[in-house]
T-cell receptor, first 116, second 111 residues
Framework: DAMVIQNPRYQVTQFGKPVTLSCSQT?????MYWYQQKSSQAPKLLFH???????NEADTPDNFQSRRPNTSFCFLDIRSPGLGDAAMYLC???????????????FGDGTRLSIL | GQQLNQSPQSMFIQEGEDVSMNCTSS?????WLWYKQDPGEGPVLLIA?????ELTSNGRLTAQFGITRKDSFLNISASIPSDVGIYFC???????????FGTGTLLAVQP
């Protein structure tokens, strides 16, 4: 059974029209991550939440925002999508954060975003 | 962003052959992970390694955490067509549990 669920699997939006992608988890993990993955590339971390604490990566554009209303749900908002934002967006969770890094991340199946 | 050196970039093999791929880094990691990604799907965790020198198996897959903590390899024995996909290594560590991904290895298996 899927434990990290992303909806929708495919999303089409217009250039400049705000879009929201959603992620939910049944694992009760403290940490939720959003990644952007372009064709033939590795996933690129955008930001993560540790509980309610938001942590943005330094090179994430301001166009990308996130919300985490509760433990189970996390949203990715793209305020004004450009053509370069077409990609697969992956959500991941991990149980906790530890200095030893021994909390593997578990990914959802992603949302493929297309921009018209 | 930072990436690990992963090789080979792609492999085209016959069903039944063994496969080996590896990752190297200039940085030390506390954890090495191997993921497989099928087209249109998210990465699926195959093996997690937590100790330097650790050798771990998952069915036909075997992975090792290098003794220097800067490298890891993944072996697949007796490959089958469903092994096709992109394999990513990832190093993990630091306060944010951040994953640093390898560049990926595309595996194609000829039946």
């Amino acid at each position: 059974d899927a434990m990290v669920i992303q909806n929708p699997r495919y999303q089409v939006t217009q250039f400049g029209k705000p879009v929201t992608l959603s992620c939910s988890q049944t694992l009760n993990h403290n940490v939720m991550y959003w990644y952007q993955q372009k064709s033939s590339q590795a996933p690129k971390l955008l930001f993560h939440y540790y509980d309610k604490d938001f942590n943005n990566e330094a090179d994430t554009p301001d166009n990308f925002q996130s919300r985490r209303p509760n433990t189970s749900f996390c949203f990715l908002d793209i305020r004004s999508p450009g053509l370069g934002d077409a990609a697969m967006y992956l959500c991941a969770t991990s149980r906790d954060l530890t200095p030893r890094g021994n909390q593997p991340q578990h990914f959802g199946d992603g949302t493929r975003l297309s921009i018209l | 962003g930072q990436q690990l050196n992963q090789s080979p970039q792609s492999m085209f093999i016959q069903e039944g052959e063994d496969v080996s791929m590896n990752c190297t880094s200039s940085s030390i990691f506390n954890t090495w992970l191997w993921y497989k990604q099928d087209p249109g799907e998210g990465p699926v965790l195959l093996i997690a390694l937590y100790k330097a020198g650790e050798l771990t198996s998952n069915g036909r897959l075997t992975a090792q955490f290098g003794i220097t903590r800067k490298d890891s390899f993944l072996n697949i024995s007796a490959s089958i067509p469903s092994d096709v996909g992109i394999y990513f290594c990832a190093g993990q560590g630091g306060a944010t549990n951040k994953l640093i991904f390898g560049t990926g290895t595309l595996l194609a298996v000829q039946p």
